[in-house]
């Protein structure tokens, strides 16, 4: 009996570590589609190919909208987006030398002081 209780108790666990996963992942998503609005782009800055990496695919909206706010801020800038599970959610911006940080990964090595993220 007491082994049927923890097992369940381990299932419910895992599910909400899930869950709060995958809220996670999604704010971190909307929280760079914010920032990327709010970037303010030097008149003749050349960006050159934006690199983005996610944990997981992007739904079509997700990638439309964000190539549409790419194209917008950077007109003659390619954009690549590549699936890299190593960063555990959210994105990664690099473009023209800079690294714009929002992975799960890089948000807990802030949260807990490991390193640069």
């Given at each position: 009996?007491?082994?049927?209780?923890?097992?369940?108790?381990?299932i419910v666990a895992v599910g909400v570590v899930f869950v709060l996963k995958l809220l996670l992942?999604?704010?971190?998503?909307v929280y760079a589609f914010e920032h990327?609005?709010?970037?303010?782009?030097?008149p003749?800055?050349?960006?050159?190919?934006?690199?983005i990496l996610?944990?997981?695919p992007l739904s079509a909206q997700q990638e439309?909208?964000?190539k549409a706010l790419?194209?917008?801020?950077?007109?003659?800038?390619?954009?690549?987006i590549l699936v890299n599970g190593d960063i555990g959610g959210g994105m990664v911006v690099r473009m023209a030398g800079e690294v714009w940080d929002f992975s799960l990964t890089g948000r807990l090595k802030i949260l807990f002081g490991r390193g640069d993220a």
């Open positions: 009996m007491i082994f049927k209780i923890l097992l369940l108790q381990l992942e999604r704010e971190l998503l990327i609005t709010k970037v303010q782009v030097p003749g800055r050349t960006s050159g190919e934006i690199d996610v944990a997981r439309s909208h964000l790419l194209s917008e801020k950077f007109p003659e800038a390619g954009c690549s």
